[in-house]
């Protein structure tokens, strides 16, 4: 069966820190994967997505930045963090393109003081 | 442009009573529609989804949803809510390629005793 793996849980960084959340997909062959972000109360926001190694898209110009190393391996980078950074990340992995179910991992949450 | 609509911020029901979540869409073509659920601190878990065919869905967990065009409607229902049905409920429509989810802002489920 397939997982997704997300880590840290937990992050706290001060401002002006660089980041990096890893996300890694188990039992299933080259997915697209997600980054997601979801402010305190707030619904969630498409981020950047992969349909294969080293192809990234971005939904919204922002501070991050997101790779793919790998087939099963997605990374959210920051050079240097913002408060408006903070926030609870989600990623998240599908196959196909015809409006195939996502699978969400457990989330980090970012703390940016 | 596509967008989901989830009017309730917050809904308060007791225990057994019925529930009725709201979602409205935004999409042009025959939507892809879905129902999450997130308990504190975790992540999303699929409750159900619409695609084509049979406008009531059913779901995990006793629930349904029922897709109706002409409202552009997907709203879901649970007929006896138990108490650990409290959570944050999230609808989204899968919107252009590649399976990219559209999510309302949520609505957040208290369960009285």
């Known amino acids: 069966s397939q997982t997704i793996h997300q880590w840290p849980a937990t992050l706290v960084q001060p401002v002006g820190s660089p980041l990096s959340l890893e996300c890694t997909v188990e039992?299933?062959?080259?997915?697209?994967l997600y980054w997601y972000r979801q402010a305190a109360g707030r619904g969630l926001q498409l981020l950047f997505y992969?349909?294969?190694?080293?192809?990234i898209s971005s939904e919204v110009p922002q501070n991050l930045s997101a790779s793919r190393p790998q087939d099963r391996q997605f990374i959210l980078s920051s050079k240097k963090l913002l408060l408006s950074d903070s926030g609870f990340y989600l990623c998240?992995?599908?196959?196909?393109?015809?409006?195939?179910?996502?699978?969400f991992g457990p989330g980090t949450r970012l703390l940016v003081l | 442009a596509q967008s989901v609509t989830q009017p309730d911020i917050h809904i308060t029901v007791s225990e057994g009573a019925s529930l009725e979540l709201r979602c409205n869409y935004s999409?042009?073509?025959?939507?892809?529609l879905f129902w999450y659920v997130q308990s504190p601190g975790q992540g999303l878990q699929l409750l159900l989804k619409?695609?084509?065919?049979?406008?009531l869905v059913q779901g995990i967990k006793g629930f349904e949803a029922e897709f109706k065009r002409s409202q552009s409607s997907f709203n879901l229902r649970k007929p006896s809510v138990h108490w650990s049905d409290a959570a944050e409920y999230f609808c989204?429509?899968?919107?252009?390629?590649?399976?990219?989810?559209?999510f309302g802002a949520g609505t957040r489920l208290a369960v009285h005793p």
């Open positions: 992969s349909v294969g190694i080293g192809q």
């Open positions: 039992g299933t062959s080259n997915p697209n």
């Open positions: 619409y695609f084509s065919g049979d406008t």
């Open positions: 998240a992995w599908s196959v196909g393109g015809g409006g195939e179910t996502q699978y």
């Open positions: 999409y042009g073509a025959t939507p892809y």
């Open positions: 989204a429509v899968a919107a252009g390629g590649y399976n990219k989810l559209i």
